[in-house]
């Protein structure tokens, strides 16, 4: 079924190259696009009626799935009501005030205050200002510093592009402050940690706290799952570890959960798997299933207490307009319904699991892809030139491309691949036989492209 015509689409990509720029911009890629039109459960669909299944839940955050009409109700009936107000000095909102209260229901026991924000970006930099503004409250001016991992992704904006591990994502954007650093394999690294996927373990990050002296380091921010750097799951050891240097170093540790939040790893948020609580929490996403923008840090009883009882002169200084949205907020308690109602997040380890398992069985013995990994509903593998020595493609092969574009034309399969990596992280109302259908597009792709 065409939903529009030709000529108009041809018009649509003329206007889109002519004036919009598009996150991490490369004008040829937009020469033919595909345009979505609509969408239905893991289902989008093309301007041309063509179908596919979204396995990366678009951008890691379509949890509930398209075309949830009552998030499209939720969102109406709130701007009839009151689209708007601010939540500045002495002003707050009904949605938000329950969303706060909810998200601190789900979150870790030990974190109580909830401030809103509208990206994952925002989310992870007004966390770092959190961390440095406890430690001025606290007495220790010269913890300013914040750690963070190589392949790390933790956004856009010059901080936490800073943050983010993947070089990828620095140039020609420098220089960067100073007092964001990462963590690097120490030389003559001895110990008897489980490495995570990509090879690191906690001692990374002691060896970098000792390196930049551990007076000078206000915070560690880790995804408990790297996902935009090619989905790497820990060690079941790793987070344990990483809050002990933490608590010995007294250094704050910030959990980026803004794609594991809210159900992704088969759990509401991804350390609790391995019981460990981080002092801020970031998170964004699936908070409204990305329906509307949305995300939050929230911070520790402690730093709580601290902000609750500061000093006039010592405001905490950090506002957005948007904070604590009351639209936002109604779409975030609707959608957080449908995830409890639905069960998704008990779906999303069920159907990890089929996934997984499918994924092991079709490309386990396949010659050409090796570490195959899954945390509940997110995964990846890496695509090699071969599988028993280790061999990588070479880089202009572009053979994570050539799967994905497979995948995609072929498969009716959309996902991402980072260079050699194809990742995945479908919606969580994922059932059985769209699990199946993703594990055999990918296990046909796999097999065309390094069949040549
Ligand atoms: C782990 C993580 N942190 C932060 C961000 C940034 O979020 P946003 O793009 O909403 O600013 C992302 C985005 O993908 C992310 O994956």
């Known amino acids: 079924m065409t939903t529009i015509d030709e000529a108009t689409i041809a018009g649509l990509v003329q206007q889109d190259l002519a004036h919009l720029i598009h996150p991490q911009y490369y004008a040829p890629e937009h020469g033919n696009p595909v345009i979505f039109d609509h969408g239905e459960g893991v289902w989008l669909t093309d301007v041309r009626g063509k179908r596919y299944i979204d396995a990366l839940s678009s951008l890691w955050n379509v949890a509930v799935g398209h075309g949830r009409t009552e998030l499209a109700d939720a969102a109406a009936e709130q701007m009839r009501k009151l689209a ?72 856009g904006t010059l901080t936490t592009t800073a943050m983010t591990g993947l070089p990828a994502f620095w140039k020609y954007f420098g220089p960067f402050s100073g007092d964001v650093v990462h963590t690097a394999k120490p030389v003559a690294l001895e110990c ?13 990050l002691e060896a970098a706290i000792l390196r930049e002296g551990a007076d000078t380091v206000a915070a560690f921010i880790a995804e408990p799952v790297k996902g935009a750097g090619g989905v790497w799951t820990p060690s079941d050891d790793y987070f344990r570890v990483i809050r ?21 790893t088969g759990r509401w948020f991804a ?75 008990e ?62 034309e072929q498969g009716q399969v959309i996902t991402r691949f980072v260079g050699d990596q194809i990742v995945l992280a479908p919606p969580l109302v994922i059932r059985p036989e769209e699990i199946d259908h993703i594990v055999g597009a990918i296990e046909a792709a796999v097999r065309a492209v390094t069949a040549g």
């Not at 933490?246 to 992704?264: H, N, P, W």
């Not at 019981?275 to 908070?287: E, M, N, R, T, Y």
């Not at 902000?307 to 609707?334: D, I, K, W």
């Open 347 to 408: 779906n999303a380890a069920a159907m990890g699991d089929r996934l997984g398992d499918g994924l092991r069985r079709a490309l386990g013995g396949q010659g050409h892809v090796a570490n195959i990994r899954n945390l509940g509903l997110i995964a990846g593998f890496t695509l090699v030139a071969d599988a028993e020595r280790g061999t990588p493609y070479e880089a202009a092969q572009g053979i994570g491309r050539q799967v994905a574009t497979h995948m995609r």
């Open 84 to 155: 708007f107000s601010n939540s500045y000095t002495g002003f707050s909102n009904v949605p938000a005030i329950q969303l706060a209260a909810k998200v601190s229901e789900l979150v870790y026991d030990n974190l109580e205050g909830v401030f809103f924000t509208n990206s994952g970006s925002e989310s992870n930099e007004g966390a770092f200002k959190a961390a440095r503004f406890f430690w001025n409250l606290r007495g220790r001016p010269s913890k300013v510093k914040i750690i963070a991992r190589e392949r790390a992704y933790h956004g």
């Open 271 to 345: 350390l609790e798997r391995f019981g460990v609580q981080p002092d801020i929490l970031s998170i964004a996403k699936a908070i409204t299933s990305g329906y509307v923008p949305m995300g939050a840090f929230i911070v520790s009883a402690e730093i709580m207490e601290a902000l609750q009882t500061l000093p006039t002169e010592s405001r905490f200084m950090h506002a957005y307009t948007n904070s604590a949205h009351p639209t936002a907020a109604a779409v975030g308690l609707r959608n957080l319904r449908i995830m409890e109602e639905e069960h998704l997040v």
């Open 192 to 204: 008897d940690c489980t490495p995570n996927t990509d090879g690191e373990c906690g001692h990374w």
């Open 244 to 264: 002990e240097i933490c608590d010995r170093y007294e250094v704050l540790f910030i959990a980026d959960e803004v794609i594991t939040g809210f159900g992704r």
